[in-house]
């Protein structure tokens, strides 16, 4: 990919500056590229623009991943309207207080409403959960929870650390 000179903080790039790494990323000839963050319904009008950006220039796949807690109606219906393909749920558990716990105090109620919502929306997700110590005894319980609402793919992967730089 392409090499650039410095170190970029992502952290408080204008939209103008994210389109213009969109750019680079088609010129190199990526076919399938992630939305991811942080959460990306934070700037869900960013999100939705490189999505449509990526679908016009033909990229065959367009993802997004997002823990749920920013969804509502009006931001699902940007992301229908912006041709993304998928979602990529992230849920630590069912259990409440391990989910407040492993979200830094997001609402399990909250997290379920909007999953039903998405459900009814008939975008493509799928539900990642992310397993260590702390939520290994739920993985049944949230695969079973998950089931019972509907979610048609639902995946569990082990938190590994990361590797630190010399």
Do not use: C
């Given at each position: 990919l392409h090499n650039f000179d410095k170190k970029i903080s992502t952290k408080n790039l204008a939209d103008e500056e994210m389109?213009?790494?969109?750019k680079i990323i088609v010129n190199e000839g990526v076919?399938?590229?992630?939305l991811t963050?942080?959460?990306?319904?934070?700037?869900?009008?960013?999100?939705?623009?490189?999505?449509?950006?990526?679908?016009k220039e033909g990229l065959i796949s367009v993802s997004l991943n997002?823990?749920?807690?920013?969804?509502?109606?009006n931001k699902l219906n940007k992301l229908k309207k912006s041709g993304i393909d998928s979602l990529l749920i992230s849920c630590p558990s069912v259990d409440e207080k391990t989910y407040n716990e492993m979200t830094g105090g997001g609402s399990l109620e909250h997290f379920?409403?909007?999953?039903?919502?998405?459900?009814?929306?008939?975008?493509?997700?799928?539900?990642n959960m992310v397993i260590n110590k702390r939520n290994i005894d739920h993985l049944e319980m949230t695969a079973l929870k998950m089931k019972e609402?509907?979610?048609?793919?639902?995946?569990?992967?082990?938190?590994?650390?990361?590797?630190?730089?010399?």
């Open positions: 389109m213009k790494i969109a076919f399938r590229i992630v963050g942080g959460e990306p319904l934070l700037r869900t009008d960013l999100a939705v623009n490189l999505s449509k950006y990526f679908k997002t823990n749920l807690l920013l969804l509502n109606n379920l409403e909007n999953l039903h919502l998405l459900i009814k929306s008939q975008i493509r997700f799928s539900i609402m509907g979610v048609k793919s639902f995946g569990a992967t082990p938190m590994t650390r990361s590797r630190r730089r010399p």
